[in-house]
Structures are given as structure tokens and as C-alpha cells.
């Protein structure tokens, strides 16, 4: 179980810290409207992932013989975290200018996030090999990695907008890149261990 925690420990922060279109709207609202438009736009994947979630994992369950399947997916997703860790890791300042506009935080959270290609890739290549493996073993290692992986992607992002609100200088001091770039090594180090379970999963097939 633990290992699915450390796995969810990882792929939360590092989702929810690094820059891309729903970090971009967490800071526009925060600094146009204050923390709670932040932590509105935060809240955004518990409503957009779910339906996400459930329609790759029916669309896993209607696979024959999908061990196999799951295992190259994982090589996949593995790749797709080492190439994430890799641009973390390279990671400059978060360039912070914005235009005053009305604030709709969660719509505009939510469609962000529903328009956003990289939850469909996250759990399509990585989350839902992941999640199905973890279930096979405990269904409670599952609900745990779920809760575990949301829990502080959004918690990272609440964090951030309340930073962001008192110091707007934050995602452009030396904190912000020293703490992305010591989990882009984490998250490379992740990938490696999913590229090898994948690659198990295939051979013992």
C-alpha cells in the first residue's frame, strides 16, 4: 500500500505545482480577485476528473486479456512522467502578468480543466494502469492512491493561491524552483519504476 501512497504522494504535488493552464488560472484569479477565487479554481479536478476516471476504467474493463495491454500503457505513461520529471526539473520562473477580467473561478476552473488535455493522458496512461493494479491487489490500496493524489494536487494549488496572495513573487523566487525541481527527480524516479512493472506485467503474460 505504501508504495501506491509514495506513487499518489508524488504525482499529487507535482500536478498540482506545476505550471500549466489550471496553475495559469489559479494565479490570474488570485491576483484579480483574491485567495478565494484561487482556491475555487483549485477545487476544479474533483468535479471535471470523475467522469474521466470512470470512462477509462469501463473502457479497460471491456478489454480481453488486458494485463498485457496495461502493462505497455504503463511503459507509456512511464515515459510520460520521466518527460514531466525532465521538465520540472528544467523548470524556469512562472511569469505572472494578467488582464482584469470577471470573475467566474470554478466555471472557469472547470472548463479549463474539462478542455485540458493532461488529465485524459494522466489517466489513460498513467493513473488507470496504476489504479487497476492497485485494486487488484486491495480495492482500499485504490481508494486510498485517489484520495492520496487529489487530496494534495488540490491541496498544492489551495496552498499556492494563499502564497500567491500574500507574495506574488513567490513563483518567481528560488522556493518554487528548488521545490519543482526536486520532484521532477522524484517523478523520474517514479517513471522508472513504472516502466519496470510494466514491462513485468507484459513478461509474466
Known amino acids: 500500500m505504501y508504495s501506491y501512497l509514495l506513487a499518489a504522494m508524488i504525482l499529487g504535488l507535482s500536478s498540482g505545482f506545476a505550471p500549466g493552464p489550471l496553475l495559469t488560472l489559479v494565479i490570474t484569479e488570485t ?14 479536478p474533483l468535479i471535471t476528473d470523475l467522469p474521466i476516471i470512470i470512462i477509462v476504467l469501463l473502457l479497460f474493463s471491456q478489454i480481453r486479456h488486458v494485463e498485457p495491454l496495461i502493462g505497455a ?31 467566474r473561478s470554478l466555471l472557469k476552473g472547470v472548463t479549463t480543466n ?31 492512491f485517489v484520495i492520496m493524489f487529489y487530496g494534495l494536487m488540490v491541496a498544492s494549488k489551495i496552498l499556492l493561491a494563499a502564497i500567491i496572495a500574500k507574495s506574488r513573487d513567490f513563483l518567481s523566487g528560488k522556493m518554487y524552483l528548488l521545490i519543482m525541481r526536486i520532484l ?22
Open 31 to 44: 491576483l484579480q480577485h483574491g485567495r478565494a477565487a484561487g482556491v475555487k479554481v483549485s477545487v476544479a
Open 73 to 103: 500503457i504503463a511503459m507509456v505513461g512511464g515515459g510520460f512522467v520521466f518527460y514531466l520529471g525532465f521538465i520540472s526539473i528544467r523548470i524556469r520562473p512562472v511569469n505572472l502578468s494578467t488582464a482584469l477580467v470577471k470573475e
Open 114 to 144: 474539462f478542455l485540458n488535455p493532461a488529465p485524459y493522458l494522466f489517466w489513460i496512461s498513467v493513473g488507470a494502469p496504476m489504479l487497476i493494479k492497485a485494486y487488484q491487489q486491495n480495492p482500499a490500496y485504490a481508494v486510498a
Open 184 to 205: 521532477g527527480a522524484a517523478m523520474c524516479l517514479l517513471a522508472m519504476g513504472l516502466i519496470y512493472d510494466g514491462l513485468e506485467m507484459i513478461i509474466i503474460e
